[in-house]
């Protein structure tokens, strides 16, 4: 179990790696990725990214930045804003390709079996029951 519990954490950490690489070659800075998670989230502005500890002006700056360059508005995203936070998605999911393949023919059954696991870890208060990506909108 612990051996597939680290496995299972490399995996994660690959796609944490994968998904700060799309950022980062789309240009983007840390508090901008900030913001643009938390409306991707649902959550309003300026909440979830004052836990990585953004001054007051370091996200002005960023917010500045993403209105002059159309992503986001005073209701949101814009339609280009959402297009580009949806193409993070899309170029992280690309660089795990090599990753569910390496896993085989049975992926969806894996994911399956370790999706009840996980409901029963998160159940037992092993995992925290809901975070931050449980708000975003259904894709």
């Known amino acids: 179990m612990g051996d597939m519990w ?4 490399r995996l994660r950490e690959y796609r944490g790696d994968s998904h700060t690489a799309a950022w980062i070659s789309n ?23 004052r836990t990585r500890a953004w001054s007051d002006a370091q996200l002005d700056v960023a917010d500045a930045h993403l209105r002059e360059h159309g ?12 297009t580009v936070r949806e193409n993070i998605e899309v170029a992280t999911d690309r660089q795990c390709t090599v990753m569910v393949r390496s896993l085989g023919d049975d992926f969806d ?22 975070g931050p990506h449980d708000l975003a909108p259904a894709r």
């Open 6 to 9: 680290r496995l299972a954490d």
């Open 27 to 49: 240009g983007f800075k840390g508090p901008e990725i900030g913001l643009l998670s938390e409306l991707y989230w649902g959550l309003p502005l300026r909440t979830y990214v």
């Open 71 to 82: 992503l986001i508005d005073d209701g949101g995203f814009t339609d280009f804003g959402r």
């Open 109 to 130: 059954e894996l994911v399956a079996l370790l999706s009840a696991w996980g409901e029963a870890i998160r159940t037992a208060g092993g995992y925290p029951p809901k």
